[in-house]
């Protein structure tokens, strides 16, 4: 027991067996702290290859509920709200499910799919139309919020062209993690809109179709099964294993700092208050990412 | 707390990089490319300001340099794991 408190001691507190200065603050043990952040990183990357399928994002995304989202965001800038199309619905849900089968993450499936196919494969005669995506949140508010937070899909939710929304939620194994992608389709018909030249107002980088075909209304196809145990989020393990190891170092610099001013023990060495400043930005940092990714 | 008093411009100096740095990522949340730019910046200014501080101060070692430098990359990587797990 005595032995335990003594390395434990040795590993976080000043004294004469570490040159008065806590182990896991000498340079050899931030390189081990390093590499073994990297370890974890490079284990997440491997086990959804090699490994059980643990990964994944729990979720509980209702499309009413992003809609109802969209349509307060455009009330509350004096737009009128879109209407709910069940035809562009069925198609972002088609769009959702075509990525989760050939595995991308993008506006453009590999094989060179725009997603206004989609569009006019549901037979939805679109004069403007719009994409938003969003993947690994928790709930639609937050993936709302960050579509807002982004100019280009800001301009998508608040673009008077639109007149309707469809929204598709599909959950499934995307790149072997478990996650639920948020497709939001908009769109506006001839029949809404006064008619000019026609111009198809896209998502960002993405080109539209330039002669809209109205082909046989096909049916979404199954999504993969999704994972049924959901065990380690990802992101959510790698910002607890963040905010410990920075807590932790905060913590052993801060009784460093005490004990050292205290004994007036000099030595040669980096200044506890800036490392302490620009660890406590790191955990301010940690603290303010959140999971979920938008395109 | 003596030195910190006698280099406090230094210290606002390296506070003001760093707030600077916290409130670009909460500006800038979803863009990933801005704030890796952002991240690598800061850890660059962080150990530019530690060597700075300690050649004014004249007790600039390799030892001391390198606790900087491995700091920067410790913050770097947890940033990094972060950024690209959202």
Same mark, same amino acid.
């Given at each position: ?8 001691? $040795? ?8 040159? $008065? ?7 050899? %043990? ?107 949140? %928790? ?13 280009? $899909? &800001?301009?998508? =939710?608040?673009?008077?062209?639109? &007149? ?39 998502? @960002?980088?993405?080109?539209?179709? @330039? ?63 800036? $490392?302490?400043?620009?660890?406590? =930005? ?14 | ?9 230094? /210290? ?13 990522? /909460? ?18 200014? /962080? ?40």
């Amino acid at each position: 027991m005595m032995k335990l408190f003594g390395q434990l001691a $040795h590993l976080f507190f000043p004294r004469e067996s570490n040159n $008065h200065k806590a182990k896991i603050l000498h340079p050899s %043990s931030l390189v081990i702290l390093t590499f073994a952040l990297i370890f974890y990183q490079v284990i997440l990357a491997f086990l959804p290859q090699y490994g059980p399928r643990v990964l994944g994002y729990a979720a509980n995304i209702s499309a009413d509920e992003v809609i109802r989202l969209t349509n307060e965001k455009r009330v509350a800038v004096g737009l009128a709200p879109l209407q709910l199309n069940p035809t562009l619905s069925q198609a972002a849900q088609a769009k959702g499910v075509d990525m989760l089968n050939k595995d991308y993450w993008a506006h453009t499936a590999p094989d060179g799919t725009q997603p206004w196919k989609f569009f006019i494969d549901f037979g939805y005669k679109y004069r403007y139309a719009g994409e938003n995506l969003a993947r690994d949140f %928790s709930n639609a508010s937050s993936a709302v919020d960050a579509w807002m937070a982004s100019s280009s $899909h &800001k301009e998508n =939710m608040l673009s008077s062209k639109y &007149k309707e929304i469809g929204i598709g939620v599909v959950e499934g194994d995307l790149a072997g993690v478990d996650t639920t992608i948020i497709v939001q389709f908009f769109g506006s018909t001839y029949a809404d809109t006064v008619p000019i030249s026609p111009v198809a107002k896209v998502a @960002p980088k993405v080109i539209p179709s @330039p002669k809209p075909i109205v082909l046989a209304t096909p049916q979404p196809t199954a999504p993969p099964t999704p994972i049924s145990r959901v065990l380690i989020s990802p992101f959510n393990s790698t910002k607890g294993i963040s905010l410990a190891t920075v807590g932790l170092l905060l913590g052993v610099l801060v009784v460093d700092g005490v004990v050292t001013s205290r004994r007036r023990i000099v030595r040669i060495g980096g200044r506890t208050f800036a $490392h302490l400043a620009f660890l406590g =930005m790191i955990l301010a940092i940690a603290l303010i990412l959140k999971a979920g990714q938008i395109i | 707390m003596k030195n910190f008093a006698k280099h406090l411009p230094h /210290y606002l100096a390296l506070f003001g990089v760093l707030i600077i740095g916290a409130l670009a990522f /909460y500006l800038f949340s979803y863009d990933r490319s801005f704030q890796t730019a952002v991240a690598i910046a800061v850890a660059i200014a /962080y150990v530019a300001w530690g060597t700075v501080h300690h050649s004014i101060h004249r007790d600039l070692h390799l030892a001391v340099f390198i606790e900087y430098l491995l700091v920067a990359a410790l913050g770097l990587v947890i940033i990094f794991s972060l950024i690209f797990r959202t």
